[in-house]
């Protein structure tokens, strides 16, 4: 009964996460620093939801008084953790797979745009590759999510928007667990020779039954393609997002757009019935944690007010 309990702990102990930290040019500044972080962990599954920009709602946000300078052209860290004093061992569970992606908006104050509405481009992603999921990478790196900002944008203060997604429950609507943070920073150095096509609406960079939002990843093999969501990458070249300052005989303005994404059917497993919160072996699981599924051996009764709900086949969890 003490292992059950243990185990379920554990479990509960590694399941979400929260970007605590960046570093910049080799300085890993302090937990919170310049980041609007929450003290709870938890995801945002509402892709319509404002939240999505740089979380809130059900997990308030304490502003920032900081803004960290970074050089256009390098690379930054993103600092993942489950808790803000959690160490590199306990990042997230490692069944949250899925991908990583990072977003700039530039604005006129870090300190106090809410980063809603237009003006998002994306300068990172991870999704797929060989069986490897980009939050695997970042687990399996100690935490550290690499973005590179690009060296052409112009200066000035922008927002940095770094997101984990995890995939485990999305084989039906509403199952995907999107975790994100809003770094202030401001960018020096860059050579503004090119700006953003397009940019986009948060929220309206995903919808529901987007491919890489709404999958089973349990019948996905390593040979799988798996369509990261949101717009194309921002590249300098002038392609995939890219467009060249105009000169002052040919003006050209960026335009706000929300993205129309394709939509796919997803396949349905036929997920067991969850299991009763009638067990008696003194274990308790808590919210969010795994509770049943396909070869899963924990502890199946969750905390006083939860139940256990199948999400799919493989994976049941307390809400």
Avoid at 115 to 120: H, N, R
Avoid at 294 to 315: D, E, H, M, R, V
Wanted: hydrophobic share 35%; net charge neutral.
């Amino acid at each position: 009964m003490k292992g059950l309990v243990l185990l379920a702990a554990a479990s509960a102990a590694s399941a979400h996460t929260i970007f605590v930290q960046l570093e910049a040019e080799g300085k890993r500044y302090g937990v919170s620093h310049a980041i609007r972080d929450p003290t709870y962990d938890g995801p945002i599954t509402d892709v319509t939801s404002k939240d999505l920009a740089c979380n809130g709602g059900a997990n308030p946000t304490t502003p920032s008084k900081d803004i960290i300078t970074v050089t256009a052209g390098t690379t930054v860290k993103a600092v993942w953790r489950h808790t803000l004093t959690a160490d590199a061992t306990n990042v997230m569970d490692p069944s949250h797979k899925g991908p990583t992606l990072a977003y700039l908006k530039k604005v006129d104050n870090a300190l106090t745009d809410s980063g809603i509405g237009g003006g998002w481009f994306k300068i990172q992603e991870s999704g797929y590759n060989g069986g490897q999921w980009g939050t695997s990478t970042v687990i399996s790196n100690g935490g550290l999510h690499y973005i590179d900002i690009p060296s052409c944008i112009p200066n000035g203060q922008y927002l940095l928007r770094a997101e984990m997604i995890a995939l485990h429950g999305a084989g039906s609507s509403g199952g995907a667990q999107l975790y994100m943070e809003c770094a202030q920073i401001n960018i020096v150095g860059g050579s503004g020779s090119t700006v953003p096509a397009t940019t986009y609406s948060i929220p309206g960079i995903y919808k529901a039954n987007d491919p890489g939002i709404l999958v089973n990843i349990y019948s996905m093999t390593p040979s799988t393609t798996y369509k990261i969501p949101g717009p194309s990458l921002f590249s300098c070249s002038g392609g995939s997002g890219g467009s060249p300052v105009a000169s002052p005989a040919s003006p050209a303005s960026p335009a706000t757009t929300l993205l129309t994404a394709t939509k796919a059917p997803a396949a349905e497993p036929t997920a067991p019935s969850p299991a009763t919160d009638g067990q008696t072996d003194g274990c308790s699981a808590a919210q969010w944690a795994q509770c049943g599924g396909s070869s899963f051996s924990g502890c199946t009764q969750c905390a006083p007010g939860l139940s256990c709900k199948a999400i799919n086949a493989y994976y049941s969890q307390c809400s």
